[in-house]
């Protein structure tokens, strides 16, 4: 820019002085706008959006895996996860999905990066299976649990 030009007329300046402008005239219009937001209705969240209600024979299936103790272990299946999760009930951690008239599958997954436990449930017969998997992580948790017990520290310092 030669020497004694108003500094105006600088192509960078104008864009920027554009730019200014434009942004607070958007702002104004919005804040011009923002006192009539309150007299407007918005339309009901999508069926897809809202969250769906609990199905109750996905949560009895939960129930029913909860409360089940697997051969040769005396806890639950939620007894014996409070050993190795902090809130092994809380409802997000399972889930319930049904297979058949009467039958579902129930995972447990918490927290992230741990195995999953997956169930077979058949409401009518209430009968729990645990998938192979599942049987096996839990008996290991029941052989650590038993390990780490006080009876058998005892037992071991004598």
């Known amino acids: ?6 500094p105006w ?8 002085m554009a730019a200014a402008l434009s942004v607070g005239a958007l ?3 919005f804040l011009g706008c923002a006192g009539l937001v309150e007299d407007v209705s918005f339309a009901p969240p999508k069926a897809a959006a809202r969250a769906a209600a609990p199905d109750p024979d996905g ?3 939960i129930a029913l895996v909860q409360d089940t103790r697997l051969a040769g272990d005396e806890e639950t299946v939620l007894g014996r996860l409070a050993g190795t999760v902090r809130n092994p009930a809380y409802p997000r951690a399972w889930s ?8 579902y599958l129930v995972l447990f997954r918490e927290p992230a990066g741990a195995p999953v436990y997956a169930f077979e449930v058949n409401l009518e ?5 645990a998938t192979p998997e599942a049987v096996e992580r839990l008996t290991m948790l029941r052989v650590r ?4 017990s006080p009876e058998n520290l ?3 310092a004598r």
């Open 1 to 6: 820019m030669p020497h004694g030009e108003a």
């Open 9 to 16: 007329l600088d192509e960078g300046y104008r864009w920027h």
């Open 27 to 29: 702002l104004a219009a």
């Open 59 to 61: 949560l009895e299936a």
């Open 96 to 103: 319930a999905e049904k297979t058949e008239e009467a039958s």
């Open 125 to 129: 017969t209430e009968a729990v299976e």
């Open 145 to 148: 649990a038993a390990a780490q």
């Open 154 to 156: 005892v037992a071991h």
